[in-house]
């Protein structure tokens, strides 16, 4: 049974900083890319950030220069740094891992609220 265990989020002021882990509890094959996603209320989830294995990343242009992901291999964890935080980056934050083949696999959820 695949877990992941998310962490690290809360509140912060504006222009303050927070990262994200991600923790896969269990073995994890043929993974594609893993990624953070946020869903803030009344709207859609977004991917955020991006990470192949080969450590290909991508980031969402709202976020770009600001937060940086990143993976562990050795403690099969992921983080999501940000920085320059902004109102507008409240939200719930969620890992995933995105599988060539399987299932998928989504984490509880950590809230991230930017407020003066």
């Known amino acids: 049974q695949v877990q992941l265990v998310e962490s690290g989020g809360g509140s912060v002021q504006p222009g303050g900083s927070l990262k994200l882990s991600c923790a896969a509890l269990?073995?994890?094959?043929?993974?594609?890319?893993m990624g953070w996603y946020r869903q803030a209320p009344g709207r859609q989830r977004e991917l955020v950030a991006s990470?192949?294995?080969?450590?290909?990343?991508n980031y969402a242009d709202s976020v770009k220069g600001r937060f940086t992901i990143s993976r562990d291999n050795a403690k099969n964890t992921m983080y999501l740094q940000m920085n320059s935080l902004k109102p507008e980056d409240t939200a719930v934050y969620y890992c995933h891992v995105n599988r060539l083949f399987g299932n998928n696999y989504w984490g509880q959820g950590t809230q991230v609220t930017v407020s003066s």
């Open positions: 269990g073995s994890i094959t043929a993974i594609k890319f």
């Open positions: 990470i192949t294995t080969g450590g290909i990343t």
